[in-house]
């Protein structure tokens, strides 16, 4: 981790002055409560109520140590329905809080008027609300000081999530953890949901005797965790930035340790959002009007088909099995032609041997790949050369999850055997199932899935799990985030591929825009048909060639060509991390003007999604 004395003074100040103003407010109470002339010795007999402290949540940094979520003093609203004198005025009292009349009045209704329990009713009051409440002298309430999320730096909403109260259904689910009351807060999502245990602490107890004073602390809470991520909060925003008014995800991944850099998705929201008042509504609204769906996390949930990208998989399995060597040479005709099918390719030179046939993205020469994988003689027929090419492919993480300390990944799709015997009963071939020598057909994957194979590549055959998350508290994540799992392709195979890769930027390839002079940087498009407009835009790669330092992949929806979107996007992230700087701004605003065409997948429906209101 980089030191940077500023933030870390910054942090210290911030964390003293949120965990001093909640000692400050506990010592006060005490010392009101205990100091008041009425203090009556009696009441050591009649200990009748208890209140739960919730601590502070844990807050989170990004690997350099800025914040990513903040915590902010707010207070809770308590209430001891037999002091508040009656006739109650319900609609000055909300006022004065802040909280939504109807609210007050449903919180009211519910509790028995005699009763003396403690019980909070709203949450979230803001400092001002409740220095109004003070000075109001109304009784039968009082406040706690608690806190509520805030973030700096408004970035990586579906990264981090977001906390909301806990539902009844929530309640219900984690009775047994003797953790979670009404109106409490949990991690609904992202970081915030698959770290909820470490964030949220440990609650305390507190007993009060039959005079409302704080009796005993009978045991302290414990101050959640906070979380050290590894994303670079400054390379994450340049990527949301980036990604504005485009459809599509950006993963970059440290490949020395599987940490994730960048998690971008767009369109995405401002995660304050989730903080304020209106976030019910608003989520509701993002939910189902926007068709565009900015709550869906592209980079983990959304799967769809490699394209060309995958055309590196498929280099590998065939030098593996020894069915391709560096210096086969292969024809392309504009494509590839066998009895009635044609896959069609673009002008270059022909033949052409393995790095140019990377470098320029030869459908014809994959096709001929994929062919001698499933046709080779150590099989007995296709379909076994099939079940094996499989087991190589899920070996680079296709078609599993990866395991990355986030929920609800996806594992993307590399059909079983089974799924073809059954559509073409029993009668397939290699032939039958080219497009997979191109990444088209039914394969799917997520962004994470194709950066990590440009971490897997970069490694020269194997990869840590991905993950976002660096340290717990003082803790280091667990043993299976820092284990290597290596690919079924020896690593002597992956030199000529690089050699490819290294040629398509840096020489006479589909992606020299990727170039970032010193950096020898190795890259791979992949143009994904789609039927439904115009093409998506996809693009691997790390950089630098030797000791590589960034992994990155890119997939911009309905981005046309590799090089028209994805690329230079990718690039860019390259270029500021590597270089801390960015020195063609014209190709940032290429990239902030460029026009894509959404109207077929999204915005002809939003069309009808309005009309629908
Ligand atoms: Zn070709």
Same mark, same amino acid.
């Given at each position: 981790?980089?030191?940077?004395?500023?933030?870390?003074?910054?942090?210290?100040?911030?964390h003293?002055?949120?965990?001093?103003?909640?000692?400050?407010?506990?010592?006060g109470?005490?010392?009101?409560?205990?100091?008041?002339?009425?203090?009556?010795?009696?009441?050591?007999?009649?200990?009748?109520?208890?209140?739960?402290?919730?601590?502070?949540?844990?807050?989170?940094?990004?690997?350099?140590?800025?914040?990513?979520?903040?915590?902010?003093?707010?207070?809770?609203?308590?209430?001891?329905?037999y002091?508040?004198?009656?006739?109650?005025d319900?609609?000055?009292f909300?006022?004065?809080?802040?909280?939504?009349?109807?609210?007050?009045?449903?919180a009211?209704?519910?509790?028995?008027?005699?009763?003396?329990?403690?019980?909070?009713?709203?949450?979230?009051?803001?400092?001002?609300?409740?220095?109004?409440l003070?000075?109001?002298?109304?009784?039968?309430?009082?406040?706690?000081?608690?806190?509520?999320?805030s973030?700096?730096?408004?970035?990586?909403?579906?990264?981090?999530?977001?906390?909301?109260?806990?539902?009844?259904k929530?309640?219900?689910?984690?009775?047994?953890?003797?953790?979670?009351e009404?109106?409490?807060?949990?991690?609904?999502?992202?970081?915030?949901?698959e770290?909820?245990?470490?964030?949220?602490?440990?609650?305390g107890?507190?007993?009060?005797?039959?005079?409302?004073?704080?009796d005993e602390?009978?045991s302290?809470?414990?101050?959640?965790?906070?979380?050290?991520?590894?994303?670079d909060?400054?390379?994450?925003?340049?990527?949301?930035?980036?990604?504005?008014?485009?459809?599509?995800?950006?993963?970059?991944?440290?490949?020395?340790?599987?940490?994730?850099?960048?998690?971008?998705?767009s369109?995405?929201?401002?995660?304050?959002?989730s903080?304020?008042?209106?976030?019910?509504?608003?989520?509701m609204?993002?939910?189902?009007?926007?068709?565009?769906?900015?709550l869906? =996390?592209?980079? %983990?949930?959304? #799967?769809?088909?490699? &394209?060309?990208?995958?055309? +590196?998989?498929?280099? @590998?399995?065939?030098?593996q099995?020894g069915?391709?060597?560096?210096h086969?040479?292969?024809?392309?005709?504009?494509?590839?032609?066998?009895?009635?099918?044609?896959?069609?390719?673009?002008?270059?030179?022909?033949p052409?041997?393995l790095d140019?046939?990377?470098?320029?993205s030869?459908?014809?020469?994959?096709?001929?790949?994929?062919?001698?994988?499933?046709?080779?003689?150590?099989?007995?027929?296709?379909?076994?050369?099939?079940?094996?090419?499989?087991?190589?492919?899920?070996?680079?993480?296709?078609?599993?999850?990866?395991?990355?300390?986030?929920?609800n990944?996806?594992?993307?799709y590399?059909?079983?055997?089974?799924?073809y015997?059954?559509?073409?009963?029993?009668?397939? =071939?290699?032939? %039958?199932i080219? #497009?997979?020598?191109? &990444?088209?057909?039914?394969? +799917?994957c997520?962004? @994470?899935?194709?950066?990590?194979?440009?971490?897997?590549?970069?490694?020269?055959?194997?990869?840590?799990?991905?993950?976002?998350?660096?340290?717990?508290?003082?803790?280091?994540?667990?043993?299976?985030?820092?284990s290597?799992?290596?690919?079924?392709?020896?690593?002597?195979?992956?030199?000529?591929?690089?050699?490819?890769?290294?040629?398509?930027?840096n020489v006479?390839g589909?992606?020299?825009?990727?170039?970032?002079?010193?950096?020898?940087?190795?890259?791979?498009?992949?143009?994904?048909?789609?039927?439904?407009?115009?093409?998506h835009?996809?693009?691997?790669?790390?950089?630098?060639?030797?000791?590589?330092?960034?992994?990155?992949a890119?997939?911009?929806?309905?981005?046309?060509?590799?090089?028209?979107?994805?690329?230079?996007?990718?690039?860019?992230?390259?270029? +500021?991390?590597?270089?801390?700087?960015?020195?063609?701004p014209?190709?940032?605003?290429?990239?902030?003007?460029?026009?894509?065409?959404?109207?077929?997948?999204y915005d002809?429906?939003?069309?009808?999604?309005?009309?629908?209101?």
């Open positions: 981790m980089r030191y940077n004395s500023s933030n870390d003074i910054r942090r210290f100040f911030s003293v002055l949120v965990i001093g103003i909640f000692v400050c407010y506990f010592i109470l005490i010392y009101m409560q205990f100091s008041s002339a009425d203090y009556d010795s009696k009441a050591e007999d009649n200990y009748i109520s208890y209140l739960r402290e919730t601590p502070p949540r844990g807050e989170i940094f990004d690997r350099n140590g800025n914040y990513l979520v903040q915590n902010q003093v707010c207070y809770d609203l308590i209430i001891t329905p002091k508040v004198q009656q006739p109650f319900t609609v000055q909300a006022k004065i809080t802040g909280v939504e009349l109807f609210r007050l009045k449903r009211l209704k519910r509790l028995p008027a005699k009763s003396r329990d403690k019980t909070i009713i709203a949450r979230r009051l803001s400092a001002e609300a409740n220095l109004r003070q000075e109001s002298g109304i009784e039968g309430f009082t406040t706690k000081a608690s806190t509520m999320r973030y700096p730096r408004p970035v990586a909403a579906h990264l981090l999530g977001y906390i909301a109260e806990i539902d009844e929530g309640l219900r689910y984690r009775a047994s953890e003797n953790f979670y009404e109106r409490d807060y949990i991690g609904k999502s992202g970081l915030e949901a770290y909820e245990h470490q964030l949220r602490g440990e609650k107890l507190i007993r009060y005797n039959r005079k409302e004073k704080i602390v009978m302290p809470s414990v101050p959640g965790k906070d979380l050290i991520c590894t994303i909060g400054r390379l994450q925003e340049f990527a949301e930035e980036l990604l504005k008014g485009k459809v599509g995800s950006v993963v970059a991944i440290e490949p020395s340790t599987g940490e994730i850099l960048v998690m971008a998705s369109p995405t929201y401002d995660p304050n959002e903080s304020g008042p209106q976030w019910g509504n608003y989520y609204q993002l939910l189902n009007h926007e068709v565009r769906r900015p869906l =996390n592209r980079t %983990t949930k959304s #799967s769809q088909p490699p &394209g060309s990208t995958f055309k +590196l998989v498929n280099a @590998l399995i065939g030098l099995e069915v391709l060597k560096p086969y040479r292969y024809e392309c005709n504009h494509g590839y032609h066998y009895g009635k099918i044609k896959m069609g390719c673009h002008p270059h030179a022909s052409l041997n140019y046939a990377i470098a320029t030869c459908n014809a020469y994959f096709c001929n790949v994929f062919r001698s994988i499933l046709e080779n003689k150590r099989y007995k027929s296709s379909k076994e050369g099939y079940e094996a090419w499989r087991e190589y492919v899920e070996s680079f993480g296709f078609g599993v999850e990866l395991g990355v300390d986030f929920p990944e996806i594992s993307g590399v059909p079983p055997r089974k799924f015997d059954k559509r073409y009963h029993a009668r397939w =071939n290699a032939l %039958t080219l #497009s997979l020598a191109i &990444g088209q057909g039914e394969l +799917l997520s962004t @994470l899935q194709l950066a990590n194979l440009a971490a897997t590549i970069a490694n020269r055959g194997y990869f840590y799990t991905p993950h976002t998350v660096r340290m717990i508290g003082k803790d280091s994540i667990g043993e299976e985030f820092r290597r799992h290596y690919t079924k392709v020896e690593k002597q195979h992956f030199e000529s591929v690089v050699k490819g890769m290294w040629r398509a930027v006479d589909t992606c020299r825009a990727a170039n970032l002079a010193g950096f020898d940087v190795c890259g791979k498009t992949g143009t994904s048909q789609n039927p439904k407009g115009d093409d835009s996809t693009f691997v790669s790390f950089a630098p060639r030797n000791n590589p330092k960034i992994a990155i890119a997939y911009i929806e309905h981005g046309r060509s590799g090089a028209e979107a994805a690329v230079p996007i990718a690039s860019l992230i390259e270029e +500021l991390y590597l270089t801390d700087t960015i020195r063609r014209a190709l940032v605003d290429y990239v902030k003007n460029l026009k894509l065409n959404y109207w077929n997948a002809s429906k939003k069309k009808r999604v309005k009309k629908d209101v």
